[in-house]
């Protein structure tokens, strides 16, 4: 227990708990040579502090939770690896909890991040979740959310997105440089924000700057559903020339159908995607993508923690720019 070590340690010097504890926080008014004493024999004996005692007294945990469907995903992996350099840096631990895109899920794990007190929450919501009021009751113990990636279409709250409309609208018109022919877009779960914004984004390029080129749009909720989409489509007489991905679980969906009909992408179909940049260079050709980096967004959600965290009380979004990687598949 940190209360004996504290003991031990002023047994062994002679000195008073109140000042081993005082010399261990660096008080101005403990002499340095007794700071020093002090500081030599806590490392000696592998004193560490009681972070209960501590989070009770100050009402900061230092811990931090980020909540994301998935863990395996290049994209929320990357962004936990942002938020966790950063906290490190500023003293913080954090805990992942997944959600599985589970409203219910979500719920508890709302509950493991008030019994634990943590400081903040990163939160990247499901599908079906349509109240966001138990995230924003944790505001009760005075412990900011940042949504990020797919956020609640409620306005009054924190959230940290990637470009979605300026990614799509780059997408879709490079589509139209490219004097494509017949264009298939590929979206994710139509009952998200990020995907009325890509998909709306999208199609409003075409409609202003191509209208004669075919464009069909389909939503995909998954890799599986990008496969069977794309494969069905792939094999029409009157199959599309391009195919567009809304994200990176769509590609791989979409790609694994071209491979398995033998089809090569820049030559016999054209491919573009918006991706956080991993999954499209493990293909040859590279996939020509728009860069929706989650590293970037978790250090861009992590300033807004921080400023939160110094007292900043007006809601904000904040956007993540983009821009486009050119490869060889369209």
Request: glycine share 4%.
């Amino acid at each position: 227990m940190t209360t004996t070590t504290l003991k031990k340690i002023s047994q062994v010097l002679g000195l008073s708990i109140s000042t081993v504890s005082r010399a261990l926080k660096n008080h101005p008014d403990i002499a340095e040579k007794t700071k020093l004493k002090v500081a030599e024999l806590a490392k000696t004996l592998d004193y560490e502090p009681n972070a209960n005692a501590i989070h009770l007294r100050t009402q900061n945990s230092k811990i931090f939770a980020i909540m994301v469907p998935t863990i395996s995903n290049f994209f929320y992996d990357s962004f936990i690896a942002a938020i966790e350099e950063e906290s490190r840096f500023q003293g913080y631990s954090i805990i992942i909890l997944q959600s599985g895109e589970d409203s219910a899920i979500e719920l508890s794990n709302l509950r493991l991040c008030r019994q634990n007190r943590i400081s903040g929450l990163f939160a990247c919501i499901s599908p079906n979740t349509d109240d966001i009021q138990p995230f924003l009751k944790l505001s009760e113990f005075n412990t900011p959310v940042i949504f990020f990636d797919k956020v609640p279409a409620f306005e009054s709250c924190n959230k940290v997105c990637l470009a979605d409309i300026p990614g799509a609208t780059m997408a879709a018109e490079f589509i139209i440089d490219k004097n494509k022919k017949n264009v298939l877009a590929l979206f994710g779960n139509k009952n998200m924000s990020i995907t009325i914004k890509r998909k709306d984004a999208f199609e409003s390029v075409f409609k202003t700057k191509a209208p004669a080129i075919p464009l069909q749009t389909r939503f995909t909720h998954n890799s599986e559903e990008a496969f069977a989409v794309t494969k069905e489509q792939l094999q029409l007489k009157k199959k599309p020339d391009t195919i567009f991905c809304m994200s990176d679980e769509i590609l791989t969906g979409t790609m694994k159908a071209i491979q398995e009909l033998n089809l090569k992408t820049g030559k016999d179909i054209g491919v573009i995607a918006m991706s956080n940049g991993y999954i499209p260079k493990l293909y040859s050709p590279e996939i020509t993508y728009v860069e929706t980096s989650g590293f970037k967004l978790g250090k861009l959600a992590f300033s807004r923690m921080m400023a939160c965290m110094a007292g900043s009380t007006f809601m904000q979004e904040l956007i993540q720019d983009c821009n486009l990687v050119p490869g060889k598949s369209i």
